[in-house]
């Protein structure tokens, strides 16, 4: 791929990797080969209010976790990032009134930080979740900048709970390859990047709140955000759709809303790429309903409730429309394929 075709697409503020290159040579790698193998140049990180590939964004940890052998670079990065430190976005969250002020405007006004990728804030019996995911489709390696991106969360929560707190849940969907999240709950392989954190907790005042500095980066953001594009609006759509069902509430008003949008703009633009939201829903439910059976742990009502089916018979049916059997032959099916774990 050319330097040309890496110009289009999703798009990250460098603020986001501001002083990597010091970083890399810190943990005794070569800038030059990191910067290299992403194709980047040093000089490409020079202003943070320049924006790269989201692509090379991602290519950047993932080369530099390889050339130094650190498996949690991208963590370690990340707790060097002190909230200020994100740019506009980072001073935004650090001048909000409230903790909860602070989260809910990350979430806004990501989309001016960071195309294709969706963070999301919602709430479960008493616990906040903050759900991070990138949805470009050209990056195929993005755990470095994944624990990078959480870490970073978690130091702005601490911003306002101080320097002690750790989540009371932080969940990555990838693979456990590092024992680095000590003295913390962490888990792998599970349906999404959070962290989650008591809701009591998001009145919190945060202690650098400042009124004006807050309005300053909410303007700058704002002319980003209006600008900014998705790589693909479909998939970001279709991302969104399954992190609302991972709620258990999922409806158009609702994704449109944390898209920033009318419910009739999302159909238009649906419409216009050839799909519905409805024939979005069903292939984020089929998406899910696999994942889930592939988790022994969840009961096949817990299942088809967590998908929004009033009961398991309406699950069963559709399931059996999906994939031709019903989903306890299929979950019979993959345990029996899957290897042993003491094999």
């Not at 697409?9 to 070569?30: C, Q, T, Y």
């Not at 962290?195 to 700058?220: K, N, W």
Request: charged share 20%; hydrophobic share 40%; aromatic share 8%.
């Amino acid at each position: 791929m050319s330097f040309a075709s890496l110009a289009s697409g999703a798009r990250i503020l460098v603020a986001a990797s501001w002083g990597f290159g010091e970083f890399v040579e810190s943990m005794g790698g070569d800038k030059w080969r990191v910067f290299r193998n992403a194709r980047l140049k040093p000089s490409d990180l020079g202003d943070p209010l320049r924006d790269i590939s989201v692509r090379q964004h991602c290519d950047l940890f993932e080369a530099a976790a390889r050339e130094t052998g650190f498996g949690d670079l991208g963590m370690r990065f990340g707790e060097s990032l002190q909230p200020r430190m994100l740019g506009p976005i980072g001073y935004l969250a650090a001048s909000a009134p409230t903790l909860h002020a602070a989260l809910e405007s990350l979430c806004a006004y990501h989309p001016a930080h960071m195309s294709g990728a969706i963070l999301s804030l919602s709430f479960r019996e008493g616990t906040a979740v903050l759900t991070y995911r990138v949805c470009d489709a050209e990056v195929s390696e993005v755990r470095q900048e994944t624990e990078m991106t959480l870490t970073a969360l978690r130091n702005i929560i601490r911003d306002a709970l101080g320097p002690c707190w750790s989540p009371d849940l932080m969940c990555f969907a990838h693979s456990r390859v590092h024992g680095s999240f000590r003295n913390m709950n962490v888990r792998f392989d599970r349906h999404s990047n959070s962290i989650h954190l008591r809701v009591d907790q998001l009145d919190t005042p945060m202690p650098h709140a400042d009124p004006y500095m807050a309005g300053l980066m909410r303007s700058v953001l704002e002319r980003r955000r209006k600008t900014a594009q998705p790589v693909s609006n479909v998939e970001c759509i279709r991302q969104r759709i399954e992190l609302c069902l991972e709620d258990g509430v999922t409806t158009l008003e609702r994704v449109a809303a944390q898209m920033g949008m009318s419910g009739s703009r999302v159909s238009t633009q649906l419409a216009s790429a050839g799909t519905s939201f409805s024939e979005l829903l069903k292939e984020a439910r089929t998406t899910l309903a696999l994942r889930y059976l592939r988790d022994e742990s969840m009961q096949l009502t817990e299942i088809a409730l967590q998908l929004g089916y009033s009961e398991l018979s309406a699950f069963s049916r559709a399931f059996r429309k999906w994939a031709g059997v019903s989903p306890q032959t299929y979950r019979q099916g993959h345990a029996l394929s899957s290897p042993r774990a003491d094999a």
